[in-house]
């Protein structure tokens, strides 16, 4: 099984490269710590409204730094998808691998108890990235990094915006489904959703 040391000593171990469908070809591999400058840009350039549906503590150089030095120091895996042309960082999906004790309390209220075999999922894409498939070709990468990490069910990190259809739709076309709502501490309702990872057959 995976641990985050392992992955910041080899971040090969989770890079894989993909095909997109326009053609150009990109890399999904964890977030090092040359990433800095780059990840800032990513940051920087998120719509008023990506920052919206994904919140950040910060978008600038400051923020990336702190992500970066956050490598396998907390319980968080942060993956990035890099441009292979460009190099420019175009996504960024984060997971963190103890649930939090406010989602273990809500998910509960539920019905579901979060165990240590769960773990949160959050992506965000650049703005020119989204809504062209690409969140669709990552899927089956993100379920293997969770799956690798012994993860048997994925949450959202944080929920997801009432309001964000499309991400709604994303996660219910790969198998999450609603279990619950909440209001958050701006007052906007957000619902959380859960994953039950299957194995894999022939692994
Ligand atoms: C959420 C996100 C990762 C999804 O990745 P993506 O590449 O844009 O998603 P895909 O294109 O693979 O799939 C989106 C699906 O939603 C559908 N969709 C798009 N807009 C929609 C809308 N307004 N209402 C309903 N469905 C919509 C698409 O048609 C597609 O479904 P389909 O494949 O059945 O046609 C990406 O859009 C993103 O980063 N958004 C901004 C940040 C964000 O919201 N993050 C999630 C926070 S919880």
Do not use: W
């Not at 591999?29 to 350039?45: H, I, N, S, V």
């Not at 990468?141 to 690798?148: G, I, K, Q, S």
């Not at 944080?158 to 219910?172: C, F, K, T």
């Amino acid at each position: 099984m995976l641990t985050l040391t392992a992955v910041a000593e080899d971040p090969l171990v989770l890079t894989r490269r993909l095909n997109l469908n326009d053609g150009s070809e990109v890399v999904f591999r964890p977030l090092t710590r040359t990433d800095t400058e780059r990840l800032a840009d990513f940051l920087e350039g998120l719509s008023a409204e990506s920052r919206r549906l994904s919140t950040f503590d910060g978008y600038d150089l400051g923020a990336a730094r702190k992500l970066c030095d956050a490598i396998a120091r907390y319980d968080k895996l942060r993956l990035v998808l890099e441009d292979v042309l460009s190099g420019r960082i175009v996504g960024l999906v984060e997971f963190s691998l103890d649930p939090h004790p406010a989602d273990i309390a809500r998910y509960r209220e539920a019905g579901i108890h979060l165990a240590a075999t769960d773990c949160r999922f959050g992506p965000t894409l650049a703005d020119d990235y989204q809504g062209r498939g690409v969140g669709t070709r990552i899927f089956p990468l993100v379920a293997d990094v969770a799956r690798r990490f012994g993860r048997k069910r994925v949450i959202l990190f944080g929920g997801v915006l009432a309001d964000n259809p499309r991400a709604i739709r994303y996660y219910e076309k790969h198998g999450f489904r609603r279990v619950g709502s909440f209001i958050g501490k701006d007052g906007a309702q957000s619902f959380d959703m859960i994953l039950d990872l299957h194995p894999l057959s022939g692994r």
